[in-house]
């Protein structure tokens, strides 16, 4: 049967993402390669989340196929991208390269394939594919939803043809996979214009927020969409804007003790000059341990103020921010993250300003020393409970 997405109401409950765990009554697969995901497949799982008890989106791997995103980066996204609608019912999974579809389903007891038609030629193929599938497994049906009709000439293959031509593809794809996509590319530019000797692949094993809360990918490309905005603003004052945007990429690479030398050494590694000290400038910019000198260039400045915007942006932005940090280090007991979160707070208010620049001083110093009070009273009303 054909099913058309606009007819199904989207379910909007709260979402906690979880391996997949096949309780209920009707379990579905929508299976594909998603190498990237574009928002007409999340249109299909959109529409398919409300149709069953459980639906698994399936990343297949084609092992005669090298694929444009590594397959753990596709899962990740595609869990980013399905956390921002809510839905409670979704979990993502990748399936062993030697492993049919329908043994996969087989083996987790789910009786519907779903599968997305994007135009009527899409059919044929999947009317074959769907027969091929009832032959190899009996109990199992396919479902067919059709895409609405703004995302109908989307697919991977496109977003990656529009990306080999330096194009813009945030029409296309949900917003975590449009900002990685956007620092991958961004990396392939600064790699050619400054003799970077390693892929983005490998900078991104060092940002996957499956093993940072906070200081991921995400915030990398926050960082440097807000040096983009002073530079947009404020044009011709940054001598060398990617050399800025190199040290914003390296700014994270390491945590824990002594991670700004880290970070520096890690960034000497990849540069094929010897003319990395503004870089290890920049990067020492974003300690934060202590104001920076009245001799900071305005590198150093715009790079440490965009480092910290996140601390003056919406009141629901950075309760979220918040609750990332705290979710980075976990490791430490309620008492001793509040005691030095407070600690780390409270520096930031006895300075004479937070933000080094004019421009980020107007655009975000009142609200930065309201939510940074209001995290301080936060903390400490858990203080008093947890004594």
Known sequence: MILPIQNFGYTRSAYLYQQPEFKGRAKALYA??????????????????????????????????????????????????????????????????????????RANQVSVLVRGLRTVTDFDSEMQLAEINK??????????????????????????????????????VPQPVAKYLHLKTLWGKLKTSMGLNIDFDEISKIYNPSDRSYHNWYHIHNVIAHIDDFNLHNPNVIKNIDELKFSAFMHDAFQGADDIRLSCEKAKSILNTSSFEQVIKNIQATDHSKPLSAAASIEEKVIADSDLAILGGSREKYLK????????????????????????????????????????????????????GEEIDSLRSKLVVSD
Request: hydrophobic share 40%; net charge neutral.
């Open 135 to 172: 032959k190899l497994n009996k109990d199992v049906r396919t479902v067919f939803l059709t895409s609405n009709s703004e995302y109908s000439a989307i697919s991977s293959s496109a977003v990656r043809g529009i990306l080999a031509c330096n194009g813009d593809v945030n029409e296309f």
């Open 32 to 105: 594909g390669s998603f190498d990237p995901i574009t928002k007409g497949h999340l249109d299909v799982i959109q529409a398919a989340s409300s149709m069953f008890d459980r639906l698994v989106v399936l990343i297949a791997k084609n092992p005669a196929k090298k694929g444009f995103l590594p397959v753990d980066v596709r899962a990740k996204l595609i869990k980013d991208s399905v956390s921002e609608l809510r839905l409670d019912n979704v979990a993502v999974d990748v399936a062993p390269s030697d492993l049919l579809t329908v043994d996969y389903a």
């Open 321 to 372: 921010y918040a609750q990332s940090v705290r979710n980075e280090y976990s490791q430490y007991s309620q008492k001793e993250y509040a005691e030095g979160r407070i600690k780390v707070l409270e520096s930031f208010l006895k300075r004479d300003r937070i933000f080094s620049t004019d421009y980020f001083y107007s655009k975000y110093e009142a609200q930065a020393c309201r939510n940074i």
